[in-house]
């Protein structure tokens, strides 16, 4: 039996989310997402400018980074979701009834993705888009990006969120050999 042969008999996915067709091993979660979850050349495409991730760890969740252009207000950032063995299930049990913005993308390199921002009854956050990408029915990876002065008001985050999606998800398949 492979290793994630067993998720259906562990209920995985459940609340509406769906099934990771082809995962990757946990394995491209170890490590320091700040190093590996983006190369500089994807910094500079995702921020305009080479800059060091800063760590921000959520214990509840995993580990986390962020990249920051002080010129501009930009920034990206990457979580992996390991802490919680619920993959994209926890999110669309606990963050699709909170969203202000909830919109299920196409899947990314197979992998499904959903994007989301702001809180329900609340007003949707301009230049900022999160989404959850599923990675194996039980962790998934949320990147977020809040866009710069100049993009903010001409630019809606949520159809660019996509683009970070691809890079993080093609640096993970090369640290996984796929």
């Known amino acids: ?10 209920g995985l996915p459940y609340a509406g989310a769906p099934k990771v067709p082809d995962p ?8 320091d997402p700040c190093v590996d979850a983006l190369t500089p050349q994807q910094v500079v495409a995702a921020v305009g400018v080479e800059v060091p991730g800063k760590r921000g760890d ?10 920051f252009n002080r010129d501009t207000g930009g920034a ?3 979580s992996y979701t390991v802490n919680t063995h619920v993959g994209l299930s926890g999110v669309y049990a606990n963050t699709q009834p909170q969203s202000a913005v ?10 499904p993705v959903v994007a989301h921002a702001g809180s329900k009854g609340g007003a949707i956050p301009e230049g900022f ?8 029915d039980s962790f998934s990876i949320d990147v977020s990006l809040t866009l710069g002065s100049s993009k903010k ?5 949520c159809s660019l969120i996509t683009q970070i999606a691809d890079m ?11």
């Open 76 to 78: 990206v950032g990457v």
């Open 24 to 31: 990757l091993p946990i394995s491209v979660l170890s490590g």
């Open 153 to 157: 008001h001409t630019e809606d985050a």
């Open 102 to 111: 909830w919109k299920e993308l196409p899947p990314v390199q197979g992998f």
């Open 1 to 10: 039996m492979s290793p994630g042969a067993n998720a259906s008999s562990s």
């Open 129 to 136: 888009c999160q989404a959850s990408i599923g990675l194996a």
């Open 168 to 178: 993080t998800v093609t640096t993970l398949k090369a640290k996984a050999g796929s």
């Open 58 to 67: 959520l214990s509840q969740i995993g580990p986390a980074c962020t990249w």
